[in-house]
């Protein structure tokens, strides 16, 4: 019996997949997982033959995404496409529906992306040590937007203000356009952003750039340094893309998906696509991506109880 039991098993994982896979990302769509985790999907399905959708579930600092995946059962057909603000969940929600190490399980890393540091044009500064001088010459005085509570310039704003003593005021939105458009028009003064969506209004003087927060200079902002090079490497900050699915999937099938989506990321195409998105292909083994999941979460646990920030502010 158990060998028949065995055997069925391996015969089930050598099938996976037979059927429709579902990659449940936690973003609106057109933002930059979703638009990743489409390339990776489009090309799971030319180059393996494999039925892959993508299905947007926004909302709870991106917790209700993993919430759904949870709801199906554990064998591979639905994943659960996590990003950076999903290792904060955990601080910042009163209560959150699952652990992210128990009730997941890792598969690989898709992405690395960065943020750079705008300021509207009519700030007085042209660094990051004249921004943090100003704050500190006006505290409570400047204000900080971004795209939503807990999102990513939201929590690297907050890192900004622990790492250089200073006071500015965070204006969340909600959505991603609105908080540039108060930047714009000066009724907020700087933010971290991705790269892609403010290049063009850097290279067109509508923002002014002060850092990456990349461990090198970007070829899209070569001009622009980065944030350790002037003297704030515990500002240097990756943005991240990666699978999981639900705890309980068999060893065989967590590694098939990884193997395919790694064979996805090495393509020229892959990297091609990526890069219009200011993004970089990651890779790597299920263990690997885990252990980025423990880090990023005692990291942003100890950046959101240090900052104090509570859900809605």
């Known amino acids: 019996m158990l060998t028949v039991t065995f055997l069925a098993h391996e015969a089930g994982a050598q099938q996976y997949p037979s059927r429709l896979i579902t990659i449940v990302v936690p973003n609106a769509p057109s933002t930059p997982p979703d638009i990743i985790t489409r390339v990776i999907a489009a090309e ?3 180059s393996e033959g494999w039925n892959v959708v993508v299905e947007n579930r926004a909302g709870a600092v991106l917790t209700l995404g993993g919430s759904e995946v949870l709801r199906r059962p554990a064998d591979g057909y639905a994943i659960y496409a996590m990003s950076l603000p999903v290792s904060a969940a955990p601080a910042i929600l009163p209560s959150i529906p699952f652990g992210l190490e128990t009730d997941f399980a890792p598969v690989v890393k898709v992405s690395t992306s960065y943020n750079v540091l705008v300021v509207n044009p009519s700030v007085p500064v042209k660094s990051v040590s004249d921004l943090v001088a100003l704050i500190k010459e006006k505290p409570d005085k400047l204000t900080f937007s971004s795209g939503g ?5 939201h929590l690297i704003g907050e890192m900004f203000k622990l790492q250089t003593g200073t006071r500015a005021t965070h204006v969340p939105y909600n959505q991603f ?6 930047l714009l028009n000066g009724t907020n003064q700087f933010m971290f952003v ?3 969506p403010v290049v063009d209004l850097i290279n067109t003087g509508k923002l002014r750039a002060l850092a990456v927060t990349a461990p090198k200079r970007l070829a899209a902002l070569a001009d622009v340094p980065t944030i350790a090079e002037q003297g ?3 500002l240097a900050v990756e943005d991240w893309v ?6 309980g999937t068999p060893d065989d099938v967590v ?3 990884n193997g395919a989506i790694n064979k996805a990321l090495a393509k020229p195409k892959i990297r091609e696509a990526f890069a219009k ?3 970089e292909p990651a890779g790597g083994t299920p263990a690997a991506y885990g252990e980025l999941v423990r880090s990023q979460t005692a990291h942003w646990a100890k950046v959101v109880r240090d900052s104090g920030i509570k859900m809605g502010q």
Request: proline residues 9%; neutral net charge.
């Open 242 to 247: 990666g699978f999981a699915v639900k705890s």
């Open 277 to 279: 998105l200011g993004a």
């Open 177 to 182: 356009p609105q908080a540039i458009g108060d």
């Open 44 to 46: 799971l399905s030319e």
């Open 194 to 196: 991705t790269t892609l």
């Open 255 to 257: 590694n098939r998906l």
């Open 149 to 153: 509570f807990g999102t990513p310039a």
């Open 232 to 234: 704030f490497p515990g």
